[in-house]
């Protein structure tokens, strides 16, 4: 972390290597600024740029369990966490799958044309079972509760392009400055498109200042600062210790 000095207003450097607590994770920390001055009496902030690896599996946890019913009888199995293309997926499903079921096993393939996922039963009739804690259903394509069938097709392709945009949280930073879609003021300063490829670097600039900025009502004390990078589904991204390196401009 550094500050550097512009006029009446400050280039602030965060790097969650400076967060307080080294068990935090590097996308949800908290750092200190130091005691300078100025930055009690801020008056308004703005991102400069964000700067991290994209380290997020497409299959983690809250993303990795699968729920299915064949011949009245339901499975669950669990996904171990990874970044998988089509092909692997449909491999490790039907182990895992398979490993469970009695009296049936389960062929998983992709259609040609449209892309979409079958699972097909050997005997009888089966379905995948969509709900809170069949939560991969959306990386595999199914979106609705479909009835018993044989091949149960997904309802579109599979989706594992992985991290595609974060939000950038902050409760010093940007206090109540987004109203969610649950009609909430919420402490989001900005959504972060994210561009970059498993494991490559993904550097973000906004090219507009109104996008990525907080105006104070009264002079704010920023010295201690709270940091979070959150997902869709409400909690951190999980750059699997990859660091986060933000830079604010902060005036008075």
């Keep these: 972390m550094s500050i550097e000095q512009e006029g009446t207003s400050r280039l602030i450097y965060i790097s969650s290597d400076d967060r307080l607590n080294k068990n935090d994770s590097t996308s949800k920390f908290t750092v200190d600024l130091g005691a ?113 069938a044989n091949p149960s097709v997904a309802d579109r392709q599979p989706q594992l392009n992985g991290l595609e945009h974060c939000y950038l949280r902050s409760n010093i930073l940007a206090p109540s400055n987004m109203i969610s879609s649950d009609k909430e003021l919420d402490s989001t300063l900005i959504n972060i498109p994210v561009n970059a490829p ?3 670097v993904n550097h973000y600039e906004p090219y507009d200042d109104e996008l990525a900025s907080k105006n104070y009502i009264t002079p704010t004390d920023i010295r201690i600062v709270d940091i979070e990078l959150q997902g869709d589904d409400f909690l951190p991204i999980d750059l699997n210790g990859y660091e986060v390196e933000l830079v604010f401009k902060v005036y008075f």
Aim: proline residues 2%.
């Design 198 to 200: 498993y494991l490559f």
């Design 36 to 148: 300078s001055s100025s930055i009690h009496q801020t008056n308004r902030v703005v991102l400069r740029s964000c700067h991290f690896v994209n380290g997020q599996y497409n299959i983690r946890d809250g993303h990795d369990t699968l729920k299915w019913s064949h011949n009245s009888i339901d499975y669950t199995v669990i996904i171990p966490a990874g970044f998988y293309n089509t092909t692997q997926l449909r491999g490790v499903l039907e182990t895992e799958m398979n490993a469970v079921m009695i009296g049936a096993t389960v062929t998983i393939t992709q259609q040609l044309y449209t892309g979409k996922l079958n699972f097909s039963w050997s005997v009888s009739t089966g379905y995948i079972i969509v709900d809170e804690v069949s939560n991969i259903t959306p990386e595999l394509g199914f979106i609705t509760q479909q009835g018993a």
